[in-house]
């Protein structure tokens, strides 16, 4: 089992900055690659951002790319979505998710998902 706790989260103006935060507790944290995912109101869940169990390899959604950052600190257990210049569209629910794999290179980019956080609230004001 790995529990996965999502922290971070806010109101902020469109153009700030908000960095959320993934806890990983349970099995090797390290053996998971690891993704961010959002649900707007009245959405379906999409696919945000994804890292690599190692940390070498990341992939984002062509709307976030070059604004949002993905990162990881193994020794923390721990994911980061640095989120820069952001946007009333990137209003949603921000969710993080764990998927095992032996592939150091695999980054997840869709459901299903080994294991999910309750996720954490982003309203961008206009």
């Known amino acids: 089992q790995v529990q996965l706790v999502e922290s971070g989260g806010g109101l902020v103006q469109a153009g700030g900055s908000l960095r959320l935060s993934c806890a990983a507790s349970?099995?090797?944290?390290?053996?998971?690659?690891l993704g961010w995912f959002r649900q707007a109101p009245g959405k379906e869940r999409e696919f945000v951002a994804g890292?690599?169990?190692?940390?070498?390899?990341?992939f984002y959604r062509r709307s976030v790319k070059g604004r949002f950052t993905v990162s990881r600190d193994n020794a923390k257990n721990t994911v980061y979505l640095q989120m820069n210049s952001l946007r009333p569209e990137d209003t949603a629910v921000y969710y993080c998710?764990?998927?095992?794999?032996?592939?150091?290179?695999?980054?997840?980019?869709?459901?299903?998902?080994?294991?999910w956080g309750k996720g954490t609230l982003v309203t961008v004001s206009s």
């Open positions: 890292i690599s169990w190692s940390g070498g390899s990341t």
């Open positions: 349970g099995r090797t944290f390290s053996s998971y690659a």
């Open positions: 998710a764990a998927d095992h794999s032996t592939n150091s290179a695999y980054i997840p980019t869709s459901e299903p998902m080994d294991y």
